[in-house]
């Protein structure tokens, strides 16, 4: 059986996308502890470009190891990277696939990138990607 496993590091954190305009995570949904902000160098891969590391500060939990990535900051920031590599890719399907050690991205920003396969001894896959679905709103107290 082939291995889904793309980083060479041990799979880390949990992740989210939040595709709600209008709800933004102050806190976990899982432990409902506050989350505070965190840069993360995420490994995306974009459909028709291939993978592209991208630093990104997002909503975690400590306690949870649980990223948290608002889908509509995340398009805005790929759409502006990309206005410059190559605007015909804006739009394009993409996938956050892991993380990449910030001190390699780093050094591969100072640099001008670097190989594929280098980078890939510093990714780690995300334990598990979960799905955030929101029901309700405002609603009157319970009596």
Same mark, same amino acid.
């Given at each position: ?19 709600? &305009?209008?709800?933004?995570?102050? $806190? ?12 993360? @160098?995420?490994?995306?891969? &974009? ?5 592209? @590391?991208?630093? $990104? ?9 649980? *990223? ?21 890719? *804006? ?5 956050? *696939?892991?993380?990449?050690?910030? $001190? +390699? %991205? ?16 510093? &990714? @780690?896959?995300?334990?598990? &990607?979960?799905?955030?679905? +929101?029901?309700?709103? %405002? +609603?009157? @107290?319970? $009596?």
């Amino acid at each position: 059986m082939a291995s889904t496993k793309i980083g060479k590091l041990p799979p880390r954190y949990s992740f989210v996308l939040n595709p709600y &305009v209008d709800v933004r995570l102050s $806190k976990c949904p899982k432990c409902e502890k506050p989350t505070h902000p965190r840069k993360f @160098a995420l490994l995306i891969h &974009v459909d028709d470009w291939g993978p592209f @590391a991208l630093g $990104k500060t997002c909503r975690y939990c400590s306690h949870c190891e649980l *990223i948290i990535a608002h889908q509509d900051e995340l398009e805005a920031q790929l759409a502006h990277s990309f206005a410059k590599l190559a605007p015909e890719k *804006i739009g394009n399907e993409y996938l956050v *696939i892991g993380t990449l050690d910030n $001190k +390699v %991205w780093r050094k591969g920003l100072e640099e001008g990138g670097q190989p594929l396969g280098d980078a890939l001894d510093h &990714v @780690a896959d995300f334990k598990k &990607v979960l799905q955030l679905h +929101v029901e309700g709103g %405002w +609603v009157p @107290a319970e $009596k």
